[in-house]
């Protein structure tokens, strides 16, 4: 079965760097696609950067030029490299997943994933 782990977050001054990771298992990078997405108390889920299954990458507004996603065939892992990080990247971050081979259309940061990590929490302090 599919199965998503997160990891890699923590606490970090502004303008400082994390990375995440996610360890994935039960499918084949081919043909899924993957995101993160970061949520806060009160506010809703906001899609932080994705990557499909031919390798494409996106970006949320907020985050672009600041993180890179990108992902490992062979240790079958998710990334997120986030630089200069600002207080308004404090978040519980998630990595989702979803069936959707070469061709069939982007998944993009909606509502399409179908897999969900359990988060791993990043606080950026000023």
């Known amino acids: 079965q599919v199965q998503l782990v997160e990891s890699g977050g923590g606490s970090v001054q502004a303008g400082g760097s994390l990375r995440l990771s996610c360890a994935t298992s039960?499918?084949?990078?081919?043909?899924?696609?993957m995101a993160w997405f970061r949520q806060t108390p009160g506010k809703g889920r906001e899609g932080v950067a994705g990557?499909?299954?031919?390798?494409?990458?996106n970006y949320g507004d907020s985050v672009k030029g600041r993180f890179t996603i990108s992902k490992d065939y062979v240790k079958k892992t998710l990334y997120l490299q986030m630089n200069t990080l600002k207080p308004e990247d404090t978040a519980m971050y998630y990595c989702?997943?979803?069936?959707?081979?070469?061709?069939?259309?982007?998944?993009?940061?909606?509502?399409?994933?179908?897999?969900w990590g359990q988060g791993t929490q990043v606080t950026v302090s000023s």
């Open positions: 039960g499918f084949s990078y081919g043909t899924y696609c």
């Open positions: 990557i499909e299954s031919d390798g494409s990458t």
């Open positions: 989702a997943a979803a069936f959707r081979p070469i061709g069939v259309g982007d998944c993009g940061l909606g509502h399409g994933y179908t897999y």
